[in-house]
């Protein structure tokens, strides 16, 4: 097949701004500072969220209940990355566990330091690392360690 | 089609800026129908959501929009380009007897995050069309609008009196996005020139907007409302894409969506059996040019019909009596709400608005490059 | 009741996607033509029809067009608009000068070619003129090396 002209019919879309709802993820890092955890919770079917949305999807009906929710919580799933998105191999394993916190129903994605890849385990008790300076944002909750 | 399918209820929202987010909108407009028909989200059997991935900024958008609608973990599926397809394949869905009610949820935030014309701007063939930068979505309506009134020896100022009563019109609607209240033909007229012979308000608003529908089976629709607006007939046609290969001053797809539609409805003279129509015209010329060709409008006759009131709220053959989308235009719920507002009308509930007969309608919605595709409803009580 | 908007994140996407597209065959041949200052349509085999720029599929027949046809460099502007703004990437800006975008027929083409309309004035152009090709000196095989059409 012959080699045609090839022209650029890329999208130029950096004119795209996006509000998207903030309140949940606000009340979570204003907490944060203080080393708090805090989702909403859904007062028809009890389920919290960190977080939170403007309402439960499960009900359909707007919630904005605060809840505090442990910093202590359990590995529901992990994998270990070798390689950056680049395909770049990393110096150390980056364990990658997806862990629910004690009282949360949502569950929350991070870093895990502290324990040796071969280690790691479906059901293992792991706690959140604070930084020592809060500012409230994500970086506060650095990553997780074994409990 | 005997009444198989109804539409049993719609919410929707129109302004040029509404302060929202997809999720917020797209709750705040499902609770509100849920609330208004006493219904929850399990009573709906299954969810067609229309939106553009596009303009939403993210690919298989409605797995992010199903929650917010009351699709989480429900029976979901989704339509893009205009909102009357949705309708469409929701009315399969009741029809197919696996179904007895159907949400259709549409909406697009072109007002405030993504300029509308980015649409149509990125659906020009990018081998040619794009690369010798001739071609956008408005200089492909003014090419369309100059064709159209050459055809008959129509002047300039059709346009500025169909503007007038389609401003006017969304004036008078609480439900449009652009009310220009005490609107002039000077002001129209006035108004700059965008490609010639198109001035700014000839042609449609950068709108947010969204429309949510209930349709329903004719058992359940008796049940949920006292005055369910039957879906009579449905026609869609697609043009060919090439606007150099297309005769700009008519319209095949309109034509062809109309015949389809009316034929299933049982329809054989449109200017005696309709009631009023509700038209996607995003441009002025687009109204009589579209109109003409379903069969609404005598030929060459438009701008004496307009001049003589016979498209205006208590005319003739009413036409956009809501103003139509020159008052608004959210783009893939727009054709969905011309239906509502058909069936506002069908109701009696049209206000200001509403036109002395209104038992039959037609609603029209497009999609593509000077209406490439058309989707034909036809609604009646 | 606290503002609505306070509560919103304003996140800007940077979302530019790089495709691009072969241009094809067709194309390709009359990219080619427009480097020798000469124009090329395409004809179906069937009903006969010739479209400009070449292109493969003649959809309302269904058949592939087989036989490519080289247009005259003149026609008839058969529609036009003069354009006041630009649009470039959904904004809407003052164009610096009014100018023609027009629909051409060119002898031996059954449809019509998108080109700038040039060495009239918005306020004298008319459909129905008589137009022709006007070239780069040099071309390059791009698609500007057919420059705009002026008033024979």
Redesign the interface.
Known sequence: M??????????????????????G??TMLKNMKDKKLVGFKCPQCGMVYMPG???C??C???IDDEAEVSDHGEIMTFTIGYADVRGNPLDEPRIAPVVKLDGCDSWIMGVLEGVKPEDVHVGMRVKVKWAEERTGSLQDMQYFLPE | MDNKVAIVGFNMASALDLE??R??LS?DL??GL?DDLGI??DDVGTFIICTND?LD?RTISNVFLD??V?A?MKDESKVEMDGLNALTYACMRILSGQYETALVATLALTGT???PY?HIG?TLD??YD??IKLLNELSAAALEARSYLAKYGYSEELLDDIALQDLANAARNPNQARRLEGVSKDQIAGSAYLYEPLRELHCYPATDGGCMMLLASEKRAKELCDKPVWIKGIGRSTDNYYLGDRDLSGSISASQAAERAMGMAGIKDPRKELDFAEISSLFAHQEPLLAEAMGLLEPGKAAEAYKSGDTAIDGKLPINPSGGPLGGHPICSSGLMRAAEAVLQLRGEAGKNQVEKADVALAHGQDGVCAQQSVVVVLGT | MEDI?E???????????????????Y??RY?DALKDKKILGAKCPQCGKVVVPPRKYCGACNKVREEYVELSQEGTLENYTVGHITLE???VNQAESPYIVGMIKLGGADNLLVGKVAGVSPQEVKTGMRLKAVWKDQTE?EYSDLDHFEPV
């Open positions: 012959e080699e045609t002209k090839i022209v650029n019919g890329a999208w130029e879309l950096s004119t795209f701004h996006f509000p998207i709802e903030g309140r993820l606000k949305p403007f309402y999807r499960k359909f009906i707007r | 929202t987010t999720e917020r709750f499902t609770r849920f929850e989200r596009f900024g929650p917010s009351g989480y995050q993504v300029s980015l990125y990018a081998s794009r690369p | 908007k509560t919103f994140y304003h996140t800007v996407a940077p979302l530019d996607f790089g495709y691009n597209y072969r241009v094809g065959t194309l390709q990219i990437k959904g904004q095989g």
